[in-house]
């Protein structure tokens, strides 16, 4: 991390549902962050989560009776085109990478979903009432699905020049299971500096990776590039690279001094907004200060609960740092 971290305290991540137990919809934060990096991570984030993601699909159909797409089926409500559509709507999870045929089979009068799908241990099938097809009474379909494991999107029209086979119809693959990603920057104030970003990025997927896990996947995947940059046995500019138990001493040293009184504003501790406005009211506003206060000085300020002095003294020892001695009664 850049030396302007030392100064501004580490960035503090949070992840939380769009809605109360939905793990496939998810908003990420963090902040504080030096100028202009909300933007770097978070375009970069979204790229990758858009891009690079491994998911299923179905590649191609294979249907008793039917040589190419434009066909129709007798007793099918729907045209050839139109299934292929229904089948990309499709969600699913493949757990290896290898294809696998699955198939479809059944008499009419139905309408069939993709719980009629028989599949194998290995795929999950995510949205069990797509509906695929109508068959009319007396009708009867036979449809065998290849579903692959794999990243992006790959148009039919590639996989036709390479595999040519009558009866096989190829469909455009988007393996991403990644639905939506969006991502702002809003300033963020640490002291006196309030030219800070704070990245938030909303994640939505289709079941097959939860948000939180996309998330992890493109960060993984991202830094395994940028390794490439960088050697581990150089570093440049050794001394702009912030070095936080560097900091967490000099705090320490800057507290026990007598000589000089410094004034290291509290915000950079990144305390939950509860906690900061209560020792703020109660005019503690620098680690300095709040080092000379002893737990019971504490607990006796407005609005300041258990919880709280649990998470400063957590805080504070992050840094090598604690709260006061109570003092000794004769």
């Keep these: 991390m850049h030396i302007i971290q030392e100064e501004i305290g580490l960035p503090v991540f949070s992840a939380e549902g769009v809605s109360k137990g939905d793990k496939n919809h998810m908003t990420f934060s963090i902040a504080p962050l030096p100028p202009g990096f909300g933007m770097t991570l978070g375009n970069c984030l979204r790229r990758v989560l858009l891009s690079s993601l491994p998911?299923?699909?179905?590649?191609?159909?294979?249907?008793?009776g039917v040589q190419h797409e434009y066909a129709t089926i007798k007793g099918v409500r729907e045209s050839v085109v139109d299934i292929g559509l229904n089948i990309r709507a499709l969600r699913l999870k493949k757990f290896s990478k290898e294809p696998e045929v699955i198939t479809l089979q059944a008499k009419g009068p139905k309408?069939?979903?993709?719980?009629?799908?028989?599949?194998?241990?290995?795929?999950?099938?995510?949205?069990?009432?797509?509906?695929?097809?109508?068959?009319?009474?007396?009708?009867e379909i036979d449809m065998q699905l290849t579903v692959e494991k794999g990243v992006g999107y790959v148009p039919a029209t590639e996989r036709?020049?390479?595999?040519?086979?009558?009866?096989?119809?190829?469909?455009?693959?988007?393996?991403?299971p990644v639905i939506k990603?969006?991502?702002?920057?809003?300033?963020?104030?640490?002291?006196?500096?309030?030219?800070?970003?704070?990245?938030?990025?909303?994640?939505?997927?289709?079941?097959?990776?939860?948000?939180?896990?996309?998330?992890?996947?493109?960060?993984?995947?991202?830094?395994?590039?940028?390794?490439?940059?960088?050697?581990?046995?150089?570093?440049?500019?050794?001394?702009?690279?912030?070095?936080?138990?560097?900091?967490?001493?000099?705090?320490?040293?800057?507290?026990?001094?007598?000589?000089?009184?410094?004034?290291t504003p509290i915000e950079i501790l990144n305390f939950s907004p509860r906690t900061l406005n209560a020792l703020i009211n109660a005019g503690v506003g620098s680690i300095e200060q709040l080092t000379k206060c002893t737990e019971s000085a504490l607990s006796n300020f407005r609005g300041f609960g258990a919880k709280a002095l649990d998470e400063v003294k957590a805080t504070l020892a992050e840094r090598t740092l604690k709260l006061a001695d109570e003092p000794i009664d004769e």
């Design 111 to 139: 309408t069939l979903t993709a719980k009629d799908l028989t599949i194998s241990s290995d795929i999950e099938i995510l949205s069990p009432d797509t509906e695929i097809l109508t068959l009319e009474k007396g009708a």
């Design 55 to 64: 998911g299923a699909a179905v590649t191609s159909i294979r249907c008793k």
């Design 181 to 263: 990603v969006r991502y702002e920057v809003e300033a963020a104030r640490v002291g006196q500096r309030t030219n800070l970003d704070k990245l938030i990025m909303e994640v939505e997927t289709n079941g097959s990776l939860d948000a939180e896990e996309a998330m992890q996947f493109a960060a993984q995947l991202s830094k395994s590039y940028f390794e490439y940059f960088a050697s581990p046995d150089k570093v440049v500019e050794k001394e702009f690279m912030a070095d936080f138990s560097r900091a967490g001493i000099r705090v320490a040293e800057e507290t026990e001094s007598s000589v000089k009184e410094s004034y």
């Design 160 to 176: 036709n020049k390479k595999q040519n086979e009558p009866g096989l119809i190829f469909l455009d693959a988007v393996f991403s």
